[in-house]
């Protein structure tokens, strides 16, 4: 089955920095690959999501690249805010469905 | 209330228990999940429903025995469940599971935190 595998699995930056989240997959089949966030005490919220025929997604402050050669994608965080500060969940979705893998998530937190 | 919901918010039960988790969507859904959050395993999908018809279980013990009466709907019974089985459960539901390249975005509820004495 499918394996996705995130780092760092926390991420300390100071306000108005970037932050920069990894993940690679093992299916090459996979196609979808969405980014959730999750605020403490939360539930998971969709935050960006890119398929396999594009390469990069931008929506404001954030972005996605998709490198599918490579199997690995990764999430930009431009301008970093205070309520930036969450768990990132990527994940990855076996072809043909909407079944999600997860990554191991990440603890960002901006510092002000 | 809209959205996604879940009951309890909050259950303590002892190994020897039965309990129900239900989750029930206002959004019109034809896909319903079951995930465990716990610390060694963020997000683990644990059973997948489309159309009240069960499409995955995701190698679950048979201590979990999942329901769903109709698309609005799902349950999770629980039953001589172990310690190691504390964690958050979190229901999610999807506008369904789509043909091939069709994805939809899935929206959580606000998860139950199970704790097992």
């Known amino acids: 089955g499918e394996n996705v595998e995130q780092h760092p699995s926390t991420l300390s930056v100071q306000e108005g920095d970037s932050a920069v989240i990894k993940c690679t997959y093992s299916?090459?089949?996979?196609?979808?690959f969405p980014w959730y966030k999750q605020e403490l005490g939360k539930r998971p919220q969709l935050i960006i999501d890119?398929?396999?025929?594009?390469g990069e997604k931008k929506d404001q402050r954030i972005a996605v690249t998709l490198n599918k050669t490579a199997k690995h994608f990764s999430l930009h965080i431009t301008e970093t805010q205070p309520e930036d500060s969450a768990v990132y969940f990527c994940?990855?979705?076996?072809?043909?469905?909407?079944?999600?893998?997860f990554g191991g998530g990440t603890r960002l937190m901006v510092k002000p | 209330e809209t959205g996604v919901t879940q009951t309890p918010r909050h259950l303590v039960m002892g190994m020897t228990n039965k309990k129900s988790l239900k989750c029930e969507q206002h959004?019109?859904?034809?896909?319903m999940y079951w995930y465990k959050q716990s610390a060694k395993k963020p997000l683990e999908l644990m059973f997948v429903?489309?159309?009240?018809?069960?499409?995955e279980n995701n190698s679950v013990p048979s201590r979990f025995s999942p329901e769903c009466p109709n698309s609005s709907h799902l349950f999770l019974h629980l039953h001589t469940l172990q310690p190691e089985d504390s964690a958050l459960y979190l229901c999610?539901?999807?506008?369904?599971?789509?043909?091939?390249?069709?994805?939809?975005?899935?929206?959580f509820g606000p998860g139950t935190r199970l704790t097992v004495l």
């Open positions: 999610a539901s999807s506008q369904d599971l789509g043909p091939p390249f069709l994805y939809n975005e899935q929206f």
């Open positions: 299916d090459s089949a996979s196609n979808y």
């Open positions: 890119i398929r396999s025929n594009v």
């Open positions: 994940a990855a979705s076996s072809p043909g469905g909407n079944m999600l893998t």
């Open positions: 959004l019109g859904h034809n896909a």
């Open positions: 429903y489309s159309l009240e018809e069960r499409v």
